[in-house]
């Protein structure tokens, strides 16, 4: 019987690898130290990429990013978090009926943040509620975050700025009027763009004229309610109360306003709606009572949401450029100095236009 001959530790060990080599990293699975040996540099210049430091060459930046895309290397929002003490997330705030609204000004933040390293959180929330500014305050103090976008009618109320400012949480606030800090504010000019519809509608001709409002808890509703009627009264028209209804801003609120309003005598010959979906329920209850629009009846909505030009005939509105609200209100939150100088003189501002479509005409007779 033959003796067999051993094999040597050596021969089996390379014939067999039992660990994968240190340079293999599985896309999707690298980590930072991984990033930083593979291209020959420190993890603390590889942490400045990841932060956009102006402190690291050009060529470095290019080459660990080519690694990262390389191997769909994330970083972890968390452990970022860990290690500057702060959080990457940015909260939207918001107690609003109009899905549309909340859709563009996510889009318009997320944006914003795309490629920053920073996330978007939402918290929806009822400030109908006793204690919702708990609420609210618990969400970002769980979520650690960097700062919070406020949109109306969160922005408007007073305790939930100041209940923000106790725990130390940058916010900014998108509201109609002034409402803080120049620093912390967009605003979005409401009154002077109800007063440019009455205008509008003044100089077609129309007298008979109703009004839909949002909640009268909502400062929108103020603003752009009695920037219409202070437009109306320059021009030589007092709008009596029984021509004015206060809706939710919602489609059924404009159906349910536009009934009551289409019933009375005279019938108003033109209906300016403080948005675009209760301008849409306005087509409803005209549509019931066998009216034509813009024949018998001119529609304005507000906001220039994608449903105004999707309806028919296309609705004439006020364009408010929520995308930007947004966009904008988020890059404030991302700067650590708002302004060059550090001071910041007056609010961010955006101006709301008229856009007239098909849904306007000069009245009949």
Known sequence: MTASTPRSRHSRTAATPTTAPEDVVLPGKATINDIARLTGVSKKTVSRVINNSPLVHPETREKVLALMKQLGYVPDPQARGLAFRRSFLI?????????????????????????????????????????????????????????????????????????????????????????????????????????????????????????????????????????????????????????????????????????????????????????????????????????????????????????ASQLWPALTTIHSPIRDLGHMAAQMLLSDDPSPTGAVASPRTVTPRLVVRDSSQRPKG
């Open 91 to 307: 909260g939207l705030v918001y107690d609003n009926p109009t899905a549309q609204f909340i859709v563009n000004m996510q889009y318009g933040a997320l944006d914003a943040l795309r490629d920053s390293g920073y996330e978007l959180v939402v918290h929806p929330c009822d400030s109908s509620k006793d204690d919702y500014i708990d609420g609210v305050r618990r969400f970002a103090q769980q979520q650690k975050l960097h700062g919070v976008i406020l949109i109306p009618r969160v922005s408007e109320d007073e305790q939930l700025a100041t209940a923000l400012r106790e725990i130390g949480v940058r916010y900014v606030r998108i509201a109609s009027i002034p409402l803080d800090e120049a620093a912390s504010m967009v605003v979005t000019h409401d009154r002077q763009a109800g007063s440019e519809a009455a205008n509008y509608l003044e100089s077609l001709g129309h007298r008979n004229i109703g009004l839909i409002t949002g909640p009268r808890r909502y400062r929108s509703t103020i603003e752009r309610g009695g920037g219409f009627l202070s437009g109306l009264d320059a021009r030589g028209i007092e709008l009596s109360p029984d021509y004015i209804y206060e809706g939710g801003y919602t489609f059924d609120s404009g159906v349910a306003g536009a009934e009551y309003l289409l019933a009375k005598s005279p019938r108003p010959t033109a209906i300016f709606a403080c948005n675009d979906e209760m301008a849409a329920g306005v087509y409803k209850a005209a549509m019931r009572r066998g009216l034509s629009i813009p024949g018998d009846l001119s529609v304005v909505g507000y906001d220039d949401s994608p449903l």
